[in-house]
């Protein structure tokens, strides 16, 4: 798994967070900014800031950890980002989804740090 892939979906919540934060400004209806605010920093920052420490340290890349890592942030992170809009929208029913999602994608933060530690050298 090398850092490419984790740009190239960068690069997809790139166009989603900031197409969100234009229609924003453009109806003048902030309140999806939460939603906005992560899907440019779970999605674009952090998966672009991930690729490239891949990208560098190729070693990091291939290991075991690296690809849980990918699949447990890339699958919770979309219906994190359905569940916090619809949660945003007043439909509470999606909060557990929501956090079960979080906590997802925290273990995947966890996951990168403990390969960050264990396998960079
Ligand atoms: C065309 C590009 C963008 C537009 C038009 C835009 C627009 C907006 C708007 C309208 C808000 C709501 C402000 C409010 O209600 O207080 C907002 C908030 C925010 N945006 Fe963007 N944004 C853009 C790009 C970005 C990018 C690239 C990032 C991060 C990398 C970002 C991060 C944030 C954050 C963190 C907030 C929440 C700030 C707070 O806590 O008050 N935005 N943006
Ligand atoms: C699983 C990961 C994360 C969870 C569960 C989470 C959760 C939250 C929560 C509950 C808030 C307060 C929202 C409010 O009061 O309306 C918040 C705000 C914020 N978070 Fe996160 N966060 C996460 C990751 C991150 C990351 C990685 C970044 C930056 C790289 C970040 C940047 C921000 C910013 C700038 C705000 C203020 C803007 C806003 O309210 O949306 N968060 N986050």
Known sequence: MRGI?????????FVLGTGLGIYMG????HVLFPVHAHLNLLGWVSLALIGLIYQQFPALAGTHLARIQFWVHNLALP???LALACYLRGNQSLGPILG???AAIGVAVVLFAVNLFR???
Do not use: R
Not at 5 to 13: F, Q, S, T
Not at 26 to 29: L, Q, V
């Open 100 to 102: 079960i999602t979080s």
């Open 119 to 121: 396998n960079l050298k």
């Open 26 to 29: 453009a109806t003048d209806d």
């Open 79 to 81: 219906p994190a980002m």
């Open 5 to 13: 892939v984790w740009l190239k979906i960068a690069a997809v919540y």
